[in-house]
């Protein structure tokens, strides 16, 4: 499994997302630098990690999402490939409209940080078959621009495709329908504001968030 | 030439900004102040014969997010 980590100036959970990855496949994912133009020859995964790509100019993610390695990203997701978006990853995904909506500042104003109960709603997508439907599963969120929006029809047809692929279990950042993790049509492209590499250890709390990377990378238990 | 860009938040998308100051004004005494939307004044120095296609073009592009705000260009 030849996995990609997307580093952008200012992106700062990376070398997390790297780490979690690394568990999981054996081997270190190819650190890929937001101004190349292509990615490592038969990668089969990418992550976008979190932190603060640009500095969040314009809008969070709004930057990112035009440099040049996001052609190379939306090319692979085109072609099949799993791409993980996890905070400013997801805002990047959104802005890049591989996947649908926006996350804007959230509801209260104030800079989210603390362990959060999801619900899963689809345990069928490729990054989210260690789970049970209807479980409710304990990850992190750090974030200022998690709340989801999109209109009422495009709410609508995600819900309907079974296209939410987490939601929160008690009020966060004013999401729309509580809307925490987003799948594009294929299913092979995930957006999420919860930080899955910021539990996979025991000591981080709790481990819910490494059984979506076994999932993703093809190693259940 | 300068050319000037207002993105603002669709009517009807929450806008805590503008809530967040709505109630600072209420805060300072300010009575009569119905509702408050905050957006965005770019202002771009373009080549005098840029046309309207690529001003708007730089706008859905990238100056706005359409899924959530509009945008409104003036030229001089």
């Known amino acids: ?221 | 030439m300068k050319v000037n860009v207002y993105v603002t938040l669709k009517p009807g998308v929450l806008d805590p900004q503008g809530k967040a100051i709505h109630h600072a004004l209420e805060g300072l005494g300010f009575g009569g102040v119905a509702d408050v939307r905050a957006g965005r004044f770019i202002e771009l120095d373009v080549a005098d014969g840029t046309s309207d296609a690529d001003l708007d073009a730089m706008c859905a592009k990238l100056l706005a997010n359409t899924v959530i705000e509009n945008y409104r260009i003036e030229r001089p």
Request: proline share 5%; with cysteine.
């Open chain 1, 1 to 221: 499994m030849k996995t990609a980590v997307i580093v952008f100036p200012g992106s700062n959970c990376d070398r997390d997302m790297a780490v979690a990855l690394e568990q999981v496949t054996g081997r270190a994912p190819a650190m890929v630098w937001h101004r190349e133009t292509e990615l490592p020859d038969g990668t089969d995964f990418i992550a976008l990690p979190g932190g603060f790509s640009y500095g969040d100019y314009l809008r969070s993610g709004a930057m990112a999402a035009r440099s040049p390695i996001l052609r190379a990203v939306a090319d692979a997701a085109g072609r099949g490939v799993p791409v993980l978006g996890v905070c400013n990853g997801f805002q990047v995904l959104t802005e890049a409209q591989l996947l649908p909506g926006a996350l804007m500042r959230n509801a209260g104003l104030n800079f989210v940080c603390r362990t959060v109960p999801l619900k899963v709603e689809n345990s069928q997508s490729l990054f989210t078959a260690s789970y049970k439907a209807g479980e409710e599963i304990n990850i992190p969120v750090a974030h200022h621009d998690g709340n989801y929006f999109a209109d009422t029809a495009t709410l609508d047809r995600i819900e309907g495709e079974g296209r939410v692929a987490f939601r929160y279990a008690d009020s966060v950042n004013g999401s729309a329908r509580a809307i925490a993790g987003v799948l594009n049509d294929a299913g092979n492209v995930l957006g999420m504001m919860p930080h899955p590499e910021r539990a996979i250890d025991r000591a981080h709390g709790g481990t819910d968030g490494l059984r979506l990377f076994e999932a993703a990378l093809g190693v259940l238990a």
